[in-house]
């Protein structure tokens, strides 16, 4: 065999083997992603991680308006405070507005307080007093607040404080049904934006 000879022959194995080990080099890591696809676990274990840390409680958010809550806020009222010695309704507008009597001089006046709702880092509302319409009559918020605080029914998880002019709503301790209790996150009246959580136990 001549060295021209010999040089093809070299030349044209060397191009053969390449493309053999070339061609062996894709099968392997075709193999090898076979493999892991195969034997990989079909659960999502950050999310199962993330899910047992937060097992106690599970978080829904959702949205709502004002007509809707309100709606709410008194069907809750007449079942949970339906022997309340005095009746009385909450309206949501840019405030919420509390409506009722209060017994004055021997007779019963129409009572309207406007309170303005802020929430707390906790996922509660604090009232804050506005102002006071009690007919003709000119009282001072203490007074009023403290006559509503004695006189009404209010739930276990609201709290008249007179001195400060203020009602703490604890919505945390507001059992619904089943354990499931709300915490808001956003209670904006003027643009009709409220945002609250669902907090349904899973234990």
Known sequence: MGWRMMKKWMSEW?????????????NLVFAGILFYWMT????????????????????????????????????YIEEEVADSPIDYDVLLTDNLE???????????????????PYTTNNGNILLRHRSIQIG????????????INEK????????????????????????????????????DLRNDDIQMNLLVPVE
């Open 98 to 116: 509390l409506y009722g009597t209060l017994r004055a001089f021997g007779k019963d006046v129409q009572l309207k307080v406007l309170f303005e």
């Open 14 to 26: 060397g191009l053969w083997k390449i493309l053999f080990f070339a061609l062996l080099a894709v």
């Open 40 to 75: 990989r676990p079909i659960e999502d274990t950050e999310s199962l991680d993330r899910l047992n840390q937060n097992k106690d409680m599970v978080s829904i958010p959702f949205s709502s308006n004002k007509e809707d809550l309100n709606r709410v806020i008194n069907h």
């Open 136 to 147: 003709e009559m000119s009282l001072p918020a203490t007074f009023v607040l403290n006559y």
């Open 152 to 187: 009404y029914k209010v739930p276990e998880w609201v709290t008249i404080n007179p001195a400060k002019k203020t009602i703490y709503l604890s919505l945390r301790e507001m059992d619904l049904k089943s354990g499931i209790t709300v915490e808001a996150k956003k209670f």
